[in-house]
Each structure stands twice: as C-alpha cells, then as structure tokens.
C-alpha cells in the first residue's frame, strides 16, 4: 500500500485525552490521580483477562475514581481479552502455587502481560481518538514487554497497524514503590489493591505482591492503611526494622 492511501486512514487524536492501563493498583491509581490533576481527560481502562483477582482489583478501582470524584475521569472501561486458552495453567489464572512473601519479583512474570494488555487499549484508543496511554512501569520491573526499547516497537506497530499515532508513556520509570508512595499519600491508598491472591477482598499479606506493598510503605515512611488477611506481626517487623535502619544511617 502507498503512503497516500496510508494516509486515509489515519486517526488523529484529540491532544487533551490520555488512556491509563489501571489495575487498580497502587502505581497505576497514583498515576491515574496525577494526570487527573494535570488537568488531562482521563480515560481509565481495565483489560479482563481472567486472572484470579480481577474482580476485586475492579471493584477497587470503581471506588478509587468514585472517591476520586473528578470531572474529568471517565469512569474505568472494561475490556476483555480471554487468556485461559493459552495460559490456563498458569498460577494467575488457577490461583494455585502463588509466588510466596520471599519468592523473586521476577517469580510475577505474565508472558505478555504488557503487550496483550497494550494490544487491546491500542484498539479502544483508536476508537476514541486517544493518542496517548499511560502505563505505571517502576525502576523495579525487570520483564522484556516493559523495556523501553519494546514499548518504542510497539508505538510503531500501533501507527501502522491502526493509523493512529500512539505515545506510551511511563511517568514512573526510574522510580521505586516506596516514591509512588510518597507521590500519592494524600491519596485514598486505601481503595487501592496489590495482591496476587485476595482473601475476601483483603490483601493476603503472604504473596510476592504484597511483600512489596508492605516493604514499600516501610521504607517510605508513611503509615500502612491496608487491611491484610494475615501480615500483622511480620508487618510489625519490617517496619521495626526499616526505622532502626533509618536512625542507624542518619547517626552517622
């Protein structure tokens, strides 16, 4: 095909919108908060793949952006892309054999969690004229779909693939959960969810997601609201110690 016949169907986006790939976590909710300051339309999107905790990450979001109670946040878009023909058996989807509190954060990993996640927000963008989505990528995330180089790639894919000129940012990158922490603590922190296994929509307190939860809130100083199902003593403990690491390095 021709550059000329390319260019008809090209989408032009609308420079005030921008999508956020919100899972109702604590970075993602952060970030969707400040762009909602910035003055931005903010398009919340929640992509359904049939992992475990999904409904309790969207009920959470939905109070977030209720309590948030913005103008000008769209309320969250639930899209759906079935993964359990491919992924099926993996612990996302069974909840059996969930990484523990000591497992590696590369234990987390979702064969394309990012690019399936980005592929269907590509499409929602297109359709709505949004020529930017925003995404809550930390220092700390070590998987291939979150490197700077993919997401460049992917950019181009999308304009090529949907005519639209796609930006995709990462306002977070370079940062640690402990900085998003101190970004959002006069935030609803609460209404935020970052467990790979709910117990009745609580924080288990035991898995690789909450051990970084409850480290993160340690070292920043700031004061946990979390309600976890089973995490009271060794919550009691990292912040113990995280304080008498604090003092010891401020002494000297």
Not at 22 to 29: K, P, Q, R, T
Request: with cysteine; hydrophobic share 40%; net charge positive.
């Amino acid at each position: 095909m021709t550059g000329s016949a390319l260019k008809k169907y090209r989408i032009v986006p609308i420079k005030s919108r921008v999508a956020v790939l919100a899972s109702g976590g604590l970075d993602s909710s952060v970030m969707l908060a400040e762009l909602a300051r910035g003055g931005r339309h903010v398009f919340p999107i929640y992509v359904r793949a049939g992992v475990k905790w999904e409904r309790d990450e969207l009920r959470i979001l939905r109070r977030f952006v209720e309590r948030l109670g913005r103008s000008n946040v769209a309320p969250p878009a639930v899209l759906e892309l079935p993964m359990s023909d491919v992924a099926g058996d993996h612990w996302s989807v069974t909840g059996k054999n969930v990484p523990g509190y000591r497992a590696a954060i590369s234990s987390n990993y979702i064969a394309g969690r990012n690019l399936s996640l980005l592929t269907k927000a590509t499409i929602f963008c297109a359709r709505n004229r949004i020529g930017e989505v925003a995404m809550a990528l930390l220092e700390a995330n070590p998987f291939p779909d979150a490197r700077p180089e993919f997401l460049r790639a992917f950019e181009k894919a999308a304009e090529l693939g949907t005519g639209l000129p796609l930006k995709i940012s990462t306002p977070f990158l370079g940062i640690e959960k402990e900085d998003v922490i101190r970004k959002g603590r006069a935030l609803p922190l609460e209404l935020t969810l970052t467990c790979a296994s709910p117990v009745r929509g609580r924080h288990c307190g035991k898995c690789t997601k909450c051990a970084e939860r409850i480290e993160a809130f340690a070292r920043a100083g700031v004061d946990d609201p979390t309600r976890y199902a089973t995490a009271g003593k060794r919550k009691e403990k990292i912040i113990a110690k995280t304080r008498a690491a604090r003092d010891t390095k401020a002494q000297r």
